[in-house]
């Protein structure tokens, strides 16, 4: 695994007063994604769960459709990924634009129509139901796992809980989107695909993005600390995902799917 952060000397200003100091920073690179053989992508993210990645950005993106449609998946090199599939690589848009960055997962797609991707798995009919009490529970339990960003304050998180609060998966990354894909990929390690019952809780805003990436993999409640955009709440809604935002304290706010909070 390549380095999560590294160490640079500043000069930290404070209040007319100047200092050398050294700063711990998140370490952004490039990740080639491959499929057998063919490169789909290069994202930049933070190093670490590299595979888990490479394994959620193709179920994101409805490359896979479920854990057994891959056969193998290898640090082939630095900063490279190759995975193997049992059936061959379907067709790609020519105007798909492999480079994503880390502030933006759609930026590579050519329409808003081809965003609109196809899931494997309906939501809709997800019978989870979450007290008030552990979803006000899940931003600390969070913020408590992320163990990179005491050190840098400078990654976005994404937690898989069930129905009581408890975390099953947490990822960080420089990218939010990056994050909630390394969850994603690893329900594909273990073979947990669809993520039936779940909430997926994410540091900072919610886009449309993250809620398509959340529907691809099964889960049918996203929960956020800031704020959704207006199309994340109309896919949300499309789709009948549970979304929160405003997320903080004992307070938050339901745009879609209430029938999944008790008492709602």
Not at 220 to 241: K, W
Request: charged share 20%; proline share 5%.
């Amino acid at each position: 695994m390549g380095r999560v952060t590294e160490r640079r000397r500043v000069t930290r200003y404070d209040a007319g007063r100047s200092t050398e100091r050294p700063d711990t920073l998140a370490v952004e690179e490039p990740l080639e994604i491959r499929v057998d053989g063919t490169p789909v992508s290069v994202s930049m993210r933070t190093p670490g769960h590299d595979l888990d990645l490479a394994l959620g950005f193709l179920v994101t993106e409805g490359i896979v459709a479920k854990p057994s449609d891959v056969a193998a998946a290898i640090n082939c090199a630095d900063n490279v990924v190759d995975v193997s599939l049992r059936t061959p690589l379907p067709d790609l848009s020519p105007t798909r634009n492999f480079f994503t960055s880390s502030s933006c997962g759609m930026c590579g797609k050519a329409s808003i129509d081809a965003v609109r991707t196809t899931s494997a798995y309906d939501v809709s009919t997800d019978p989870l139901v979450v007290t008030a009490q552990v979803l006000t529970s899940l931003p600390e339990s969070l913020r408590a796992a992320q163990r990179v960003f005491d050190r840098t304050g400078g990654l976005h998180a994404a937690g898989l809980f069930d129905a009581q609060g408890q975390l099953l998966c947490l990822r960080e990354d420089v990218g939010r989107h990056n994050a909630v894909d390394k969850v994603v990929g690893w329900a594909v390690q273990e073979s947990r695909l669809p993520l039936t019952g779940t909430v997926l809780q994410v540091s900072g805003r919610t886009s449309f993005e993250l809620v398509q990436k959340a529907v691809m993999g099964g889960v049918p409640f996203l929960a956020a600390v800031s704020a959704p955009s207006s199309l994340a709440v109309e896919l949300a809604d499309e789709m009948g995902l549970t979304l929160v935002g405003f997320l903080r304290g004992e307070t938050f706010n339901v745009y879609t799917g209430g029938q999944r909070l008790a008492g709602h």
